[in-house]
């Protein structure tokens, strides 16, 4: 009765300056509580929001949101925030769970300033909000929260050196827990642990150094300190960092005891800790780079994986000490390690940065002018390229045809299946020519029994897999097995034998192969698992604009989708086989 009752009295933070100490700290059983019994049934971000459940109430119980600011670093920390602005139900009745996102989101509450999923740009943006603050002679504070492995990242500190110089009122929350997704890399964190280890006394210190007015708090899971700390720089006018050491996962043994475990995840069971999806024995495109490149690593130490911070993603912890100096985890920085990347290949050794592809948008410069311009052979193998992968507005992958096809030099390669997935992985790694991405295949390991010996030397040389007439279908990586159901139900329903065409170089065009279709053909039909705007599709296009040739393009709309369901997207963007087939004889 008591979750009920404080919980749902909570409408806006300020009903928690009604609260007695007593309540308060009842209120923070309750919402951690809620926030267990939400991530063990539906998922979500796990350790984070475990570990700043005082911090975020005596937060809101201290300062005025909205009037005060708050932004939140990456926001994986933000649902009891979120409880306690408004959203509790999405957290305390199960039908209401999905009527909030993961991430803090303008659309959902005034108290959430920014749409944010990306890493280290809290203190940037509480840079820039406190600066208009300035501006229109305003006196609120604006309060930054952020995680120690997001100080990795290369905007973090660019925040911190400008916060510092404006000089006024700034308060950086550093949420010290030891861990990013996994382990902390790099020379700040010594700083961190001698700081934590001194409680906030080590001789050295990152953050007085920058010219911050530094506390440090060693229990920040203690209510009552975090009050008063706050209570203490509320309304300070010059720049403040409060060092919160806090533990990821409290409350929970089993999140507090496998940090990187427990980072995020589906459902899973509160009595025994395990997800309650069973880990399947089969392969898949992970398993199959994983051992690939440690089979590699163990015949040649100049091979290299590098990672920004998921070093889940190519191995898990026991790989990772086996792989030993030949990974590299560069923390939440993929501007690193794209340069990173770049100084490998320059001095003869064979790096291959695995990324997620929504978080490889951040490395656009560094990729383009680091490691293209100056034409290196890294690798990049690009993961979650698919509408079928991440569907928060927040994590979509499936810009990256459009990002990466169009930097000069560099070849992007699309696999549709395993042979073809490694044989490209080996040529990449030992080809001394250019920098070359692979977008990995999403969805189940596709096999197809027989080696594939392309030479992909010969670049942008596409691959016949049908020769027929009428219809030529380009189906690219992901949406070729698309192109080869269109291509049945063509010939099922009106008898035309199409030709069926995997490009596998979606970076250039094989111009001689195309324009054989003039001869045979009335049209050519591109699939792409990604965005039309500007994608291999248009490419294709453009190519054929002064022909008779007829084109027609599928992808997606250019739009931040938000929370979709997959076949329903591409229901919705007319990538079906009916759709596409009646489209193709409405055409001929």
């Known amino acids: 009765m008591l979750l009920e009752k404080i919980i749902t009295t909570i409408q806006e933070p300020s009903d928690l300056k009604k609260l007695t100490q007593t309540e308060l700290a ?25 570990g700043v459940v005082e911090m975020t109430v005596a937060l809101h119980y201290v300062f005025d949101s909205p009037t005060d600011k708050f932004i939140f670093d990456v926001s994986h920390q933000s649902y009891i925030h979120k409880m306690l602005t408004g959203r509790s139900q999405a957290f305390t009745d199960a039908a209401h769970y999905d009527d909030v996102s993961g991430y803090t989101n303008p659309k959902e509450s005034e108290h959430d300033l920014f749409t944010v999923g990306h890493t280290s740009t809290s203190l940037s943006l509480a840079n820039g909000v406190a600066k208009a603050r300035d501006l229109k002679k305003e006196t609120s504070n604006v309060v930054a929260v952020i995680g120690d492995g997001s100080l990795s990242g290369g905007l973090a500190y660019e925040g911190l050196n400008n916060i510092v110089e404006q000089g006024t009122n700034t308060i950086v929350i550093v949420n010290d827990n030891d861990q990013s997704i996994a382990d902390n890399f790099g020379g700040l964190y010594k700083n961190l642990r001698d700081l934590r280890n001194s409680n906030g006394q080590a001789k050295d210190n990152f953050f007085k150094a920058l010219g911050f007015d530094y506390y440090y708090l060693e229990n920040g899971n203690d209510l009552a300190a975090l009050i008063a700390l706050f209570e203490e720089v509320k309304d300070s006018q010059h720049p403040i960092l409060l060092h919160i050491h806090t533990v990821k996962g409290k409350g929970f043994a089993y999140a507090e005891a496998n940090r990187e475990k427990f980072h995020a995840g589906g459902p899973f069971s509160l009595e025994t800790g395990e997800y309650l999806a069973a880990a399947s024995s089969e392969a898949t495109y992970s398993s199959v780079t994983t051992d690939f490149l440690l089979e590699k690593m163990a015949a040649d130490p100049t091979v290299v994986a590098i990672n920004a911070g998921t070093p889940m993603l190519l191995f898990n912890q026991a790989q990772r000490l086996q792989a030993g100096k030949q990974f590299v985890d560069v923390g939440i920085a993929e501007e690193q390690a794209a340069t990173m990347t770049a100084g490998l290949a320059k001095n003869g050794a064979k790096p291959v940065w ?23 052979p890294g690798t990049i193998l690009v993961y979650g390229a698919s509408a079928s992968a991440m569907n928060d507005e927040s994590h979509l992958g499936f810009f990256d045809i459009p990002f990466l096809s169009h930097i000069p030099n560099l070849v992007y390669l699309a696999p549709t299946n395993k042979e073809e997935y490694l044989s490209m992985l080996d040529w990449s790694i030992e080809q001394t020519g250019h920098p070359v991405a692979i ?3 999403v969805g189940p390991l596709v096999e197809i029994g027989a080696p594939d010996t392309t030479d992909y030397g010969q670049l942008y040389k596409n691959q016949i897999s049908q020769v027929g007439a009428q219809v030529a279908l380009i189906g690219v990586g992901n949406f070729y097995g698309l192109a080869a159901a269109v291509a049945q139900k063509l010939a099922e329903t009106a008898a035309i034998h199409a030709t069926i065409i995997n490009p596998k170089f979606i970076s250039g065009l094989d111009q001689l192969l195309l324009n054989s279709l003039k001869q045979t053909h009335q049209l050519v039909v591109t699939l792409e698992d990604g965005l039309l705007d500007g994608g291999y599709g248009q490419t294709v296009a453009g190519f054929f604009g002064n022909s008779d040739l007829k084109v027609q393009t599928y992808g997606l709309k250019k739009a931040f989708h938000d929370r979709y369901n997959p076949a329903e ?9 009916d759709n596409i087939v009646q489209n193709i004889l409405a055409a001929l």
């Open 26 to 50: 009842a209120l923070v059983v309750e919402a951690r509580t809620a926030l267990l019994e939400k991530i063990s049934s539906h998922g979500g971000h796990n350790g984070p929001n475990l």
């Open 439 to 441: 977008r990995v295949p």
């Open 354 to 376: 695995a990324v997620y592809s929504t978080f490889m948008q951040r490395s656009f410069d560094q990729i383009s002018h680091d490691l293209a311009l100056n034409d290196l």
């Open 569 to 577: 997207l591409l229901a919705e963007n007319g990538l079906t086989v």
